[in-house]
């Protein structure tokens, strides 16, 4: 017997049904947390919920492939997914999804917003280097040679600072793939 009482609201949604499940799916999010997302904002509590991030569409499969599973848990457990998939801002299938995958940015308890916000601050940090070499090419094109020569610390690191940003973002993109994808490409494409 379930004596768990989560808080259900059965609605109406005269017609609108159909668009807000395509909406859900081009978000690759359930349509119980888009729902419950305009529901606080509308109440004025969207603070209180966890900005979503999209999955990637690796983590999940299409739409016409998916089957809905209702699976048994503790307490304990079910709460340990719920918050799992907050804290990654997935919904808890695609959350379950990416466990089951294998991705590392889920299993090993890496904080996938971090990465995020780290590869992030590495791409503005290469954009300003990109402003910075189109300043010196264009000193060096006026011949202002003591103008540019603000800029030699910023050359002497450029290869370390790029090979840096490679590094993260390959990283981040490896720690995203699920595990053995890369395998399991590589076999399909020797057939």
């Known amino acids: 017997m379930n004596t768990h009482n989560p808080d259900f609201v059965t609605v109406d949604m005269r017609g609108l049904k159909t668009a807000l499940v395509a909406h859900a799916q ?11 997302r305009a529901v606080a904002r509308e109440l004025g ?6 900005q979503p991030i999209t999955c990637s569409e690796g983590v999940g499969a299409s739409r016409q492939s998916q089957v809905k599973l209702s699976i048994r848990l503790t ?11 907050r804290a990654a801002g997935l919904s808890r299938g695609a959350y379950l999804a ?25 791409n503005a940090q290469l954009s300003s280097l990109s402003r910075n070499i189109h300043a ?8 202002n040679v003591q103008k540019a020569l603000v800029y030699r610390d910023m050359l002497d690191t450029l290869d370390g600072d790029i090979h ?19 395998a399991a490409t590589t076999h399909s494409t020797n057939r």
């Not at 081009?26 to 419950?36: A, C, D």
């Not at 010196?136 to 011949?143: A, E, G, K, N």
């Not at 590094?167 to 993109?173: E, P, R, S, V, Y």
Request: net charge positive; aromatic share 0%; no cysteine.
């Open 26 to 36: 081009s978000r690759h999010e359930s349509v119980s947390v888009l729902v419950r």
């Open 45 to 50: 509590q969207a603070e209180s919920l966890p």
């Open 75 to 85: 307490t304990n457990e079910a709460e340990q997914l719920a918050a799992g998939s």
């Open 98 to 122: 990416g466990l089951i995958a294998g991705i590392p940015a889920l299993t090993t308890g890496a904080n996938r917003t971090e990465m995020l916000s780290a590869l992030t601050t590495s």
């Open 136 to 143: 010196l090419t264009r000193l060096l094109t006026q011949s």
């Open 164 to 182: 840096r940003h490679l590094t993260q973002a390959a990283a981040l993109m490896s720690d995203l793939r699920p595990r053995g994808s890369s």
